[in-house]
């Protein structure tokens, strides 16, 4: 695997592992999925009604999320089952939820401080659009804007601490 | 080699990709037991003989870790190599895994042939 791993701790400005979790996404995405994730040209305004978060705890307090289109969580689970488009279920939704798990702890691996002192939780999605996330700190969330077989994605951290 | 395999992850979707990486690999699996956690996979010893077990870290109820503490006392499970699959991979959990018995360890996200690299040793090994 393809790893910019073991960065060492000196690594400190959040803004810096903006580019280790495209890498940590464009490698799951790569092994599991077997297709590439692109860079969107422009922003999309596709609703992202499918939200899976991780929570981190440890050396760093945050959320992991992924959004996307209900229609992307079911092509990434068509993907990851290796099943045809009209054959996924209810499947979508724990298929969704890896995808965030291992983003997430293939994101924390390329940090050395991470790799040892963070534990993920297990994640929890979330369906619909009619909602917005308040997070009790005042630290912008790192974010990465991808396109999955040309559906957008967009991959953030929320920081705590 | 034909074996029976047991498959502990908390996610559906990652049993059967398990499953799948490993008929990939080329493991002829005759037959797949899945449980989701570790409570589960020691009830399907208690009633089956495996060949390999293929096990999660972070699960509800019993994880498997703990699992893996608990399988020298299952007769069923005497011998049989356990392989961890997980998204943990830092140097203190492989440790912790390997200490508990498991005999090798493969972080997520894999490959087919990653999954490979790491049974078919196993699989000579415990024949």
């Known amino acids: ?16 592992w903006i580019p280790l ?5 464009r490698e799951v995405f790569e092994l599991m999925l077997g297709c590439q994730l692109a860079v969107p040209a422009t922003a999309e305004q596709t609703i992202l009604d499918v ?7 440890g050396q760093l307090s945050g959320v992991f999320s992924v959004r996307c289109s209900g229609k992307a969580a079911a092509l990434m689970t068509s993907r990851m089952l290796g099943v045809k488009l009209d054959e996924v279920g209810p499947e979508v939704l724990d298929a969704i939820g890896e995808v965030c798990n291992m983003v997430a702890g293939n994101f924390k691996h390329k940090i050395a401080v991470l790799a040892e002192g963070c534990m993920l939780s297990p994640p929890t999605v979330v369906t619909g659009s009619a909602y917005k996330l308040h997070s009790l700190t005042d630290s912008p969330a790192l974010e990465v804007r991808l396109l999955f077989e040309g559906l957008p994605l967009v991959i953030s951290l929320q920081i705590h601490s | ?8 992850d908390d996610s559906s979707v990652m049993r059967k990709i398990v499953e799948r990486a490993l008929r990939q690999a080329g493991i ?15 009830a399907v010893l208690k009633e089956n003989r495996v060949d390999l077990i293929l096990c999660d870290i972070n699960m509800p ?18 011998n049989v190599p356990v392989v961890m699959i997980t998204t943990e991979g830092s140097e203190a959990h492989v440790v912790q895994a390997l200490s508990c018995g498991a005999r090798g360890y ?3 996200p894999f490959t087919p042939e990653q999954v490979k690299e790491h049974i078919v040793p196993v699989l000579a090994a415990k024949s």
Do not use: W, Y
């Not at chain 1, 939200?51 to 705890?57: E, K, Q």
């Not at chain 2, 699996?29 to 589960?40: C, D, K, P, S, Y």
């Open chain 2, 28 to 42: 002829d699996l005759t037959e797949v037991f899945q449980a989701a956690n570790g409570a589960e996979a020691l």
């Open chain 2, 61 to 78: 109820v019993m994880d498997g870790l703990e699992f893996v503490k608990q399988l020298p006392g299952i007769e069923n499970a005497k």
């Open chain 1, 1 to 16: 695997m393809k790893s910019v791993s073991e960065l060492p701790a000196g690594c400190s400005s959040h803004e810096d």
């Open chain 1, 21 to 25: 979790i495209e890498v940590a996404a």
């Open chain 2, 106 to 108: 493969i972080r997520k």
């Open chain 1, 51 to 57: 939200t899976s978060m991780v929570g981190l705890a």
């Open chain 2, 1 to 8: 080699m034909p074996i029976r395999a047991l498959i502990v």
